[in-house]
């Protein structure tokens, strides 16, 4: 079933009182309170989450955490990132935030340059060894790999990745910058999707 | 929206191993066949999901089954000797004198990669055309629904694939 679900900004997002969507997208701008209110509410609407799994590209990994600081006790839940690594941002930059890589809370991998195949791999192969339930998958974000990659190659690597969530039993959300696409891109994207929370209009 | 592809095409201009492959096929599988090359290219339509290519007999290089045309989503089983053409090049390679069961095994996975592949591309395309202003319409109604029967047969079909098949479909490689 897909759904749609809009949300303004100071709200918290009620996804948690619907049933349980494998696969959420999650179209919010880029920076606003509402982006980071719908990730903190999407990563523990299974209650507090045994595992997450962070995918990163654009951001780093220790911005990632710094965001969800006030959902995530990294004493409680196990957490790993699969970090895109490319010619706009370095390997060093990726670190940022997490410190001293012999106490970092986080499990970090990179993937250097923007490889779809390695991406998907070693998402999925997480998401199967991940042995502390419930298992969340926050991919930030969509607008970035649309950089590198068409829309059909994006749309058929999210049909493999949203079958091996559900597969799996995780639970995943995909971020996209509600700002900056065309409307078509996410008629298009959508359904790909079990659901799709936006941001309130007052943004408009 | 064409049907999905599910004939295996097997070719070979010898009548003996003909028979054995499609023997090995025809229970499960409709199956249809050319005895040369040049039949070969001319029989891939949208309708082949697999084409079994007896290489010993049939004067064909991997690279003749390369079309670009995107209306076609076939998988190739190379069955040789001299083990010159590599997976690298087709989709699957057996020794000519493979079992029967070893080939109705990789034809079986074959065309479920040939219908994940026309899965996907159908999916894309319905939902790249865009929805209707009028979302109460019945072509709405009727867009989503097609859209969400080939979301479950997608996850269906990803189901029985390693990840390895699904994203060397998915991403083309």
């Known amino acids: 079933m897909r759904r749609d679900a809009t949300v303004s900004d100071n709200s918290s997002s009620e996804v948690a009182s619907h049933e349980s969507p494998s696969n959420v997208l999650c179209a919010c701008p880029a920076v606003s309170s509402s982006r980071g209110a719908h990730c ?22 220790g911005e990632r955490l710094a965001e969800w600081r006030d959902a995530i006790d990294p004493s409680t839940t196990q957490l790993s990132f699969v970090d895109v690594t ?56 969509l607008t970035d790999i649309l950089q590198f990659e068409s829309q059909e190659r994006i749309h058929r690597f ?40 936006s941001a309130g209009t007052e943004w408009g | 929206m064409t049907a999905a592809p599910d004939v295996v095409l097997v070719s070979s201009s010898d009548e003996k191993q003909r028979r054995l492959i499609t023997n090995a ?20 339509d949208d309708s082949i999901a697999v084409v079994a290519v007896d290489a010993t007999t049939v004067d064909l290089s991997a690279g003749a089954l390369d079309t670009d045309d995107k209306r076609t989503f076939y998988q190739v089983l190379w069955l040789d000797s001299a083990a010159e053409t590599t997976v690298e090049q087709v989709d ?11 080939i109705r095994t990789t034809v079986e996975r074959l065309q479920l990669r040939a219908r994940y592949d026309w899965l996907l591309t159908t999916f894309y395309e319905l939902a790249a055309v865009g929805e209707s202003t009028d979302t109460a319409s019945d072509t709405a109604r009727d867009r989503e629904q097609e859209l969400e029967a080939i979301k479950r047969e997608l996850d269906r079909v990803a189901a029985q694939l390693d990840d390895s098949d699904a994203f060397d479909i998915a991403l083309d490689e």
Request: aromatic share 4%; glycine share 8%.
């Open chain 1, 86 to 141: 490319h010619g706009g941002r370095s390997a060093a930059m990726s670190s940022d935030g997490l410190g001293d890589r012999d106490r970092t809370p986080a499990d970090v991998v990179e993937i250097e340059e923007m490889d779809l195949r390695r991406l998907g791999t070693e998402i999925t192969s997480q998401l199967q060894q991940a042995s502390e339930a419930p298992v969340v998958l926050c991919f930030d974000s």
């Open chain 1, 158 to 197: 999210l049909n493999v990745l949203t079958a091996r969530v559900e597969e799996t039993g995780a639970y995943a959300h995909y971020h996209i910058d509600s700002d900056g696409h065309a409307d078509r891109t996410f008629e298009t994207l959508a359904p790909v999707f079990d659901e799709t929370v």
């Open chain 2, 92 to 102: 699957a390679v057996l020794d000519r004198d493979a079992s029967g069961e070893a």
């Open chain 1, 40 to 61: 903190r509410n999407l990563l523990t609407r299974e209650g507090t989450p045994g595992t997450v799994i962070g995918v990163t590209v654009a951001t780093s990994p």
């Open chain 2, 25 to 44: 096929l025809r229970d499960r599988l409709p199956v249809r066949t050319a005895t040369g090359a040049e039949t070969t290219v001319a029989s891939l």
